[in-house]
């Protein structure tokens, strides 16, 4: 079997097996079904060419394709290395793929059954895959319309949190007997940058997030502010998925904790049904 077969089966029987099991943190649904398929897809695709289906090359192409596109919105959502290695491992089976001399598909002349069942999984898991996608972008719109109207704004003024440092939070929230509401991020975790892009710039969250104390804390940040480090402070609250939210009484005590991305009304249920309860 030729190097370039062999090595996109291999990259797309990881991703298969290891893609599923990560559905359950996807933000929705629709995102949830549509990394299942993907993994079904890779998966299938992967048993095609071991088993030197002529289809299977084009499937793993476009499987592959898909990973180079989509793999920090549906595989690695926390970015970093391991996004890279997909990223450049993908874009590398696709290249081996195009090349006859380590991707050309010579079918088994041995009796081997065709795998047109396995070739028919494929394509309706990649149907499935298409469907769940339109249904996360179109109701990702609707619900962004729907939750965050345009507000009438004076141009240059747009809204913004007044995050704190984690020390000046602290003596705030004593000042004011505020809850206060801590965001941990790093520079690399991509739905920290879609938060950051969308949820914390929605009028609504803003102004929630002001009349209460709102603290930012940089999870890999070493150097002191205000007596704290943000490694200190994740070490200190267990902190190890991104972002994590927490709502902190005014003595840093946990109230409440949430991980993983949330659109802007999403957050303002949660905050406000813990505050209501304090």
Not at 31 to 48: E, M, Q, T
Not at 161 to 183: C, D, H, K, Y
Request: glycine share 10%.
């Amino acid at each position: 079997m030729r190097f370039g077969v062999m090595f996109a089966a291999l990259l797309l029987a990881i991703v298969g097996l290891a893609t599923p099991f990560g559905a359950l943190a996807m933000e929705t649904t629709a995102l949830k079904l549509a990394r299942v398929a993907l993994g079904i897809v890779c998966l299938n695709s992967a048993f095609g060419l071991l088993r030197r289906q002529p289809w299977s090359r084009w499937s793993s192409l476009v499987a592959l394709l898909l990973l180079v596109a989509l793999g920090e919105l549906l595989v690695v959502p926390a970015g970093g290395v391991a996004l890279l290695v997909l990223f450049f491992s993908s874009l590398f089976g696709v290249a081996l793929l195009v090349l006859p001399a380590t991707g050309q598909i010579t079918p088994a002349d041995d009796g081997r059954p065709s795998g047109s069942t396995i070739g028919l999984v494929a394509a309706l898991s990649f149907l499935v895959f298409l469907g769940a996608l339109g249904w996360h972008f179109v109701g990702e719109g609707a619900r962004a319309a729907e939750s965050s109207p345009a507000p009438i704004q004076i141009a240059g003024m747009a809204p913004r949190v007044s995050w704190l440092s984690f020390g000046r939070a602290i003596e705030r929230a004593e000042e004011r007997t505020s809850p206060i509401v801590a965001v941990f991020e790093t520079g690399w975790c991509g739905y920290c940058k879609k938060m950051n892009k969308t949820t914390f710039k929605d009028p609504q969250v803003v102004d929630r997030l002001n009349e209460l104390v709102a603290v930012k804390v940089n999870a890999e940040d070493g150097s002191e502010r205000d007596g704290y480090s943000g490694r200190d402070l994740a070490a200190r609250y267990g902190v190890s998925g991104y972002p994590t939210l927490m709502v902190l009484s005014p003595d840093g005590r946990v109230l409440a904790r949430r991980s993983g991305y949330l659109s802007a009304s999403e957050l303002m249920t949660w905050i406000n049904s813990t505050v209501s309860i304090l």
